[in-house]
């Protein structure tokens, strides 16, 4: 059975640093790709970020690109993403994803999901 759990979520004030880790189990790691989306309160969830199934190539939404950085650790079995210049419109529940095809398209559906963890940014 496949898990996917985040955490390291909490408050910061605005121009602060957060990261957030992804723990995955179930599955051959290696072969999945990886995504973080978010939904901020009230409205749709969006994607954040994603990278390819040895971690060395990854896109980012245009809002976070700069400001964040998605990494892996395939022998851990963890995505990272790294979170800074954080604004208050980064608030939002962050959740981790995983699927086994087009890792770098960040469109679609992803195969499995962690019950997210809550950023929130105050100004």
């Known amino acids: 059975q496949v898990q996917v759990k985040e955490s390291g979520g909490g408050s910061v004030q605005a121009g602060g640093s957060l990261t957030l880790s992804c723990v995955v189990s179930?599955?051959?790691?290696?072969?999945?790709?990886m995504a973080w989306f978010r939904q901020p309160p009230g409205k749709e969830r969006e994607v954040v970020a994603g990278?390819?199934?040895?971690?060395?190539?990854?896109e980012y939404a245009d809002s976070v690109k700069g400001r964040f950085t998605i990494s892996r650790d395939n022998d851990k079995k963890t995505s990272t993403l790294q979170m800074n210049s954080l604004e208050p419109e980064d608030t939002a529940m962050y959740f981790c994803?995983?699927?086994?095809?087009?890792?770098?398209?960040?469109?679609?559906?992803?195969?499995?999901w962690g019950q997210g963890t809550q950023v929130t940014v105050s100004s």
């Open positions: 990278i390819d199934y040895i971690g060395h190539t990854a």
């Open positions: 994803a995983i699927r086994a095809f087009g890792c770098l398209s960040l469109q679609g559906d992803y195969d499995s």
């Open positions: 179930g599955i051959l790691f290696g072969s999945k790709c």
